[in-house]
């Protein structure tokens, strides 16, 4: 068997096979009739005139049809751009626009939306999943190769609305074949999905599970019961998810711990530290579960994971390099970091991307030259994390803290400045400053502070009106009243002064 090359090239393998590829609720298909419906997705898109390169937004709820999409897109030569359902209007324009989308390719249930998302953007065509299954199979193969990018996934920084990150083809096989490697993940394993494909951790679940011609189980859940429920009825094997996710099974799923679960092999979390005692709890109700700490970021991917047989002796680690890359320290000097010495994570190897769409400047500060290679005899690019870590004598990190104002909450990567443009849009208030705060089940809750532009301020009615302009993981828990707010000396916002004293009262 030939080695794949492009992303579609890990299911041309299995595509004789009637063995289950995805359930999504009462839904099944076989990997026979994913390849099928692959075929006529691709070939609707290039009959609809899409190009080598195109970009085609897709946004769908995560199932079957997003499935089949994502690797239709890349049967067709064209990038893939999954927009999460959860994102509201302005969100999915600002990503269909900055992207340079041809096609949006979504559901007869999201027209309506779509089509007023689209409204002031010029040449984008819309497909229906429920009119291009009918297409006529797209025959002809596709030309790109594996350093062409493959994929854009939006991701917030700590300004600005929320940039594209590009992958290549050999990105997201070399992240497939990585975490398949030190996961042991094979054709008899059953993964539940429970994270967007619009999020890089999410996205790999569905390769990795592919390549291998496992069958992965998409679940959308409102409980930690819903989970357990999944996890028995299905004997799963593997689960990922985020610290939210480990909080809600931990405190809020009853049935968890009356649940005996011999199959579930694994559970791995990204997205943000997992607390000490939530791991605990799990190691308790999952005794024959293995659990993987992991480290990563949508511009290297994964970087670090902790085996867990290192648990008990380093149970704040986030381990060492995954396979095939190198991580390393940089202190503020520039020089590579003794153990015991904080500085900025830095990220070598096949999972680098290409950078951010159309952002050169935002590229050039995240993808650098290698600190620490000759010159003379050609560098490589190294991604900076931004992201303070320490490493101790036998080679095992330690996360710090993010090295910017960037909150992540629930997995979610937020922009301050994003949340703040949408709360200062309802026109009630002088000033605004988002902020990250410390949550038990979220890592970090949303919050704002902000000096009212007049009279009394109906803070629930402001609350009710950028829900309506916001994804549900973005609106602020609360927003604070105050009557101003501080600056520093150079008299921007004192961020780190507003963080400090509310986590101190």
């Keep these: 068997m030939s080695q794949p090359v492009l992303l579609h090239d890990l299911l041309a393998p299995h595509i004789s096979s009637d063995k289950i590829a995805i359930i999504n609720g009462d839904r099944r298909i076989t990997y026979r009739e994913m390849g099928d419906l692959v075929a006529r997705y691709a070939g609707a898109l290039v009959a609809e005139g899409l190009e080598r390169r195109d970009r085609v937004a897709i946004f769908l709820p995560r199932g079957i049809e997003e499935s089949v999409a994502i690797f239709a897109v890349s049967r067709a030569s064209g990038v893939f751009v999954p927009v999460n359902p959860l994102l509201r209007g302005q969100q999915i324009s600002h990503i269909v626009s900055d992207c340079g989308a041809r096609f949006v390719i979504t559901s007869k249930v999201s ?22 299954c009918e297409a006529n199979p797209l025959t ?47 054709g008899e394993d059953r993964i539940l999905s429970i994270l967007p494909f619009s999020f890089d951790y999410g996205l790999n679940q569905l390769l990795t599970s592919v390549e291998q011609a496992a069958t992965i189980v998409i679940l959308t859940f409102r409980f930690g019961d819903d989970i357990t429920r999944a996890l028995r009825d299905h004997q799963i094997t593997g689960l990922a998810g985020v610290p939210t996710v480990w909080a809600i099974l931990t405190k809020t799923s009853p049935l968890l711990s009356k649940t005996e679960l011999p199959h579930l092999r694994y559970i791995t979390n990204s997205g943000g530290s997992v607390p000490t005692s939530t791991v605990t709890a ?60 904080p500085g900025i994570l830095v990220h070598r190897g096949p999972t680098v991307s290409l950078g951010y769409w159309n952002r050169p400047e935002d590229t050039a500060k995240v993808l650098k030259p290698h600190p620490f290679h000759d010159a003379e005899i050609g560098g ?8 303070l870590a320490v490493q101790d004598d036998e080679g095992f990190f330690s996360f710090i803290g993010r090295n910017d104002a960037m909150i992540k909450s629930s997995g979610y990567r937020i922009s301050p400045s994003e949340v703040e443009e949408a709360v200062m849009a309802t026109g009630h208030f002088r000033q605004v400053a988002v902020i990250g705060l410390p949550d038990e089940l979220a890592g970090q809750k949303v919050h704002a502070l902000a000096v009212a ?40 916002i004192d961020y780190q002064r507003l963080v400090k004293e509310r986590v101190a009262s």
Excluded: W
Excluded at 112 to 120: K, R, S, V
């Design 380 to 387: 490589e690019i190294v991604c900076y994390s931004g992201d």
């Design 453 to 492: 532009g007049g009279d009394d301020v109906d803070v629930t009615t402001v609350l009710r009106s950028v829900a309506a302009s916001l994804a549900s993981y973005m609106v602020p828990r609360v927003i604070e009243v105050v009557d101003e707010l501080p600056v520093t000396p150079n008299g921007k």
């Design 111 to 132: 027209g309506d939306m779509i089509a007023e998302c689209l409204a002031d953007i010029d040449d984008v065509t819309v497909l229906f999943v429920e009119d291009i």
């Design 282 to 341: 799990l190691r308790k109700l999952l005794p024959q579960t293995q659990v993987f700490l992991m480290y990563g970021l949508t511009e290297a991917f994964r970087s670090t994971f902790l085996p867990p047989e290192e648990l008990d002796r380093r149970p704040t680690s986030i381990g060492k390099a995954i396979p095939e890359c190198e991580v390393f320290i940089v202190t503020p000097s520039g020089q590579r970091a003794a153990p015991g010495e």
């Design 140 to 186: 002809v193969p596709s030309h790109n190769i594996g350093e062409d990018l493959a994929a854009i996934l939006y991701t917030s920084g700590s300004t600005g609305k929320p940039k594209g990150v590009m992958l290549s083809h050999r990105n997201l096989l070399a992240g497939t074949r990585i975490v398949r490697t030190y996961l042991g993940i094979t």
